[in-house]
């Protein structure tokens, strides 16, 4: 039995299978956009933790900073103790990502707790209860963000869920639908209006919370003017707009933050995933004169913005800094874009391309046709791209989008060679699919 296997094995005896597995993949070590599993095969990611490593895999800035921050302090508790590491980071969020004139910060541990104690501001904040949410979203697997999330296969058996939740279409083309940026954006902020009417009066709501391209949900990124019409309806009803920045943020789409491709300033934000190099660690960021209307004591936790990950996340930023990471994944997207376009013209299962920055995307119906979601070709593509040495991982409510999540310093040749193994994997699928059931079968055996 080779050791992977021998891992798998052992995680089966003894790990809750409620714990998601999407592959027998195993990891031993990883540098850069490479992964080595427990038998020593490499692999080029491009899931990269699923958005976390955009700094790429044991940065030696990041270890460094792990290693002496460790030797000097583990953990106090933020409550307890005040100590330099946790102002430091937020001193620079607040300058990497202002929300206005003044911006205030508080550190927690994972991106599901970033949008908890979103929630908990905006209510406070505004003395309302409800929370405007979309279709497709994901915003975590605790109780309160499972009631934001979207797909209910992530929930399954979890309810009740939290009350006072309120869930719109993501403004979206369906698949074939031909409209333009500003005609979908004045349909959707119309239905919008319409749910102030007929689902929740709008001086009831605390927040609208959206992922500005959404993660799980596939890639699908949001209008300008849409965004902007959202700014304006907040305003007008003195709605918290909330933007959930957790896998679009720190480099992935070319700007510290997606907002910034907006020109649109969010009332409150919430970071996690690459914000940390590899270290649990997340944020809540907000204009200064929403955070200074919290309520002492209701925020934070025992581990929140511990000292080893805010020294992990410091060293992340100044390396993301150093090698101009906002401008690797600029072309970084770019050269996917082209190859996954050009993939579309060979591919006919391939229906649309689509991102920001280097978060792109591809979705696939069976033979094109958009009443078939592909989701069997996108499982036969990521099993091939795996036996191959590439790590693909899939997105959208129906598991029939590729996402490409890649460390934002992987080289030209491993960006290349990956996206060839992709293509390779198409063709493949194709061919697959083609067998009879039978012999299908037996190529699986």
Known sequence: MSKSADLIRRRENVVCPGVGRLSTLTAKSASGAILIDADGREFIDFAGGIGVMNVGHCDPDVVEAVRSQATQLLHTCFHVATYEPYIALCEKLVELLPHGEATKAVLINTGAEAVENAVKIARQVTGRPGIICFTGAFHGRTLLSATLTSKVSYKTGCGPFMPEVYRLPFPKRDTGEQLSDVALSARELDRLRAAFKDTVAPQNVAGIIIELVQGEGGFYVAPTAYIQGLRELCNEYGIMLIFDEVQSGFARTGKWGAYQHYAVTPDISTWAKSMGGGLPISAVLGKASVMDRVNPGTLGGTYGGNPVSCAAALATIQSMQKHRLNDRAAHIGKTIRERFSN???????????????????????????????????????????????????????????????????????????????????????????????????????
């Open 343 to 445: 993939m579309a013209q060979r591919h006919k299962c391939i229906t649309d391309v689509r991102g920001l920055g280097a978060m792109v995307a591809v979705e696939v119906h069976e033979n094109g046709d958009p009443a078939t979601p592909g989701s069997s070709t996108v499982k036969r593509v990521s099993d091939y791209c795996l036996e191959h040495g590439v790590i693909t991982v899939t997105a959208g409510v129906l598991s029939n989008v590729i996402r490409v999540l890649c460390p934002l310093v992987i080289t030209d040749e491993q960006l290349t060679r990956g996206l060839d193994t992709i293509e390779q994997a198409f063709t493949h699928a194709a061919g697959t699919h083609a067998q009879s059931p039978a012999l299908s079968g037996a190529r699986k055996g």
